[in-house]
């Protein structure tokens, strides 16, 4: 494959956790961003540093802009990465206010998104967009984001791309 499929990458409910009993809190720390509290996963910036091997990282936050202003420094990862503006117009294309960005940016690209909020509309894009490029969703869940088990089915996911282009 001569282009890495592109990598979009969610932070609140992926990285920034929530939703954990407080007596049960995951491995973790608190960074304040912009005067919030967000509680870091522990080991975010090692899963999304062996996700750069073999993908193409774009920041698909609500953060914007300001996922490069703390994630880069705060996990580890050394350059920022590209990311996605939203239109958060009411007349907008797609339901999930995501999806416009997204496509704008990819084009015909192959894609895996990682996210805790995907909904039937994003499913309903991801299957119709498979029958022409090849596109996976990640879900995660809010109070764990992130974790070994998607970044297996990811690379493992990307590595398939890459035997069918050889």
């Not at 029958?131 to 764990?144: F, K, N, Q, S, Y």
């Amino acid at each position: 494959m001569r282009t890495r499929p592109l990598l979009f990458v969610d932070v609140d409910g992926v990285i920034s956790l929530f939703g954990f009993p407080v007596g049960a809190r995951p491995d973790g720390r608190f960074e304040m961003v912009d005067g919030i509290a967000h509680y870091l996963s522990a080991t975010a910036g090692e899963h999304l540093r062996r996700l750069a091997s073999a993908f193409e990282p774009v920041w698909c936050t609500g953060w914007e802009e300001k996922a490069n202003e703390y994630l880069p420094h705060a996990l580890g990862l050394g350059e920022p990465y590209p990311f996605l503006t939203f239109e958060r117009d009411v007349g907008r294309t797609h339901a999930h206010w995501k999806l416009d960005a997204i496509e704008a940016y990819a084009g015909t690209r192959p894609l895996a998104w990682i996210d805790d909020a995907h909904d039937d509309d994003c499913r309903a894009w991801a299957a119709a967009r498979t029958d022409r490029t090849p596109t996976l969703l990640v879900t995660t869940e809010p109070h764990a984001g992130l974790v070994e088990v998607d970044v297996d089915r990811l690379l493992g996911w990307s590595a398939q791309l890459s035997a069918l282009s050889a």
